[in-house]
């Protein structure tokens, strides 16, 4: 079975500029997540979706960031304008539901991004 | 809010040697979930093990194995005859279901396997 899919891998920007991430998680999977991975931390959440609802985006910097998951399956991250502490890694993952039974997140490769 | 603390920055291990990673986690939940992770330098995260608090037995996959005392709120991870593909970034996360089952991660452990 195919992983979760990212695209790009890299990306730099000049600050200001705006900036979009694609993921294509596991078919089949529910739930999606997005996670932000500054360098010497852990992932931490951005946003969840269930299907092509918001289930948690508390953590999300709206003033800045968006999300969308169109149709339940294909999710963009888009960031404007960004920010120099923008820079890190963002992973997304996908889980079958949001049921206990079926927690477990796979991970996508991630898109490091660096803001000059 | 729940949070997890690993204190080990970074780890070496000489290959087929035994190592223990360490973490703690602070909750309020009776029912949760723990895991570790691997993130190798390719960053795609990868589940080496995971725990259900509900179960006294620690859980074992392979060469991995876990050290789970909930009383301390300790959870830490044993591998045994390291590998040179062992060397990654160690994260320990927390889940409570009926939170979205958002991830709550630790800062993480290098862990570095030397010939």
């Known amino acids: 079975e195919a992983g979760v899919a990212q695209s790009p891998r890299y990306k730099i920007i000049e600050k200001r500029q705006s900036v979009a991430f694609w993921c294509n998680p596991i078919?089949?999977?529910?739930?999606l997540y997005w996670y932000q991975q500054i360098l010497g931390q852990g992932p931490k959440l951005l946003i969840q979706?269930?299907?092509?609802?918001?289930?948690?985006d508390s953590q999300l910097p709206k003033d800045r960031f968006s999300a969308e998951r169109l149709k339940g399956v294909d999710s963009t991250l888009k960031i404007q304008p960004a920010k120099l502490e923008d820079s890190a890694v963002y992973l997304c993952?996908?889980?079958?539901?949001?049921?206990?039974?079926?927690?477990?997140?796979?991970f996508g490769p991630g898109t490091r991004l660096t803001v000059t | 809010a729940q949070t997890v603390t690993q204190s080990q920055p970074e780890m070496s291990v000489q290959e087929a040697e035994t190592v223990t990673l360490s973490c703690t986690y602070d909750?309020?939940?009776?029912?949760?979930?723990l895991f570790w992770y691997k993130q190798p330098p390719s960053r795609q995260m990868i589940l080496v093990i995971r725990?259900?608090?509900?179960?006294?037995q620690n859980a074992t996959e392979n060469r991995f194995s876990v050290n789970f005392q909930k009383a301390a709120k300790s959870f830490s991870l044993k591998i045994s005859d390291s590998q040179l593909g062992d060397t990654a970034m160690y994260f320990c996360a927390f889940m409570a279901p009926g939170g979205g089952n958002k991830l709550t991660f630790g800062t993480g452990t290098q862990l570095k396997v030397e010939l």
């Open positions: 078919s089949g999977h529910a739930t």
């Open positions: 725990q259900e608090a509900y179960k006294q």
């Open positions: 979706f269930q299907n092509n609802g918001v289930v948690d």
């Open positions: 909750t309020s939940e009776n029912n949760y979930y």
């Open positions: 993952a996908s889980s079958l539901e949001i049921s206990p039974s079926s927690y477990e997140q796979y």
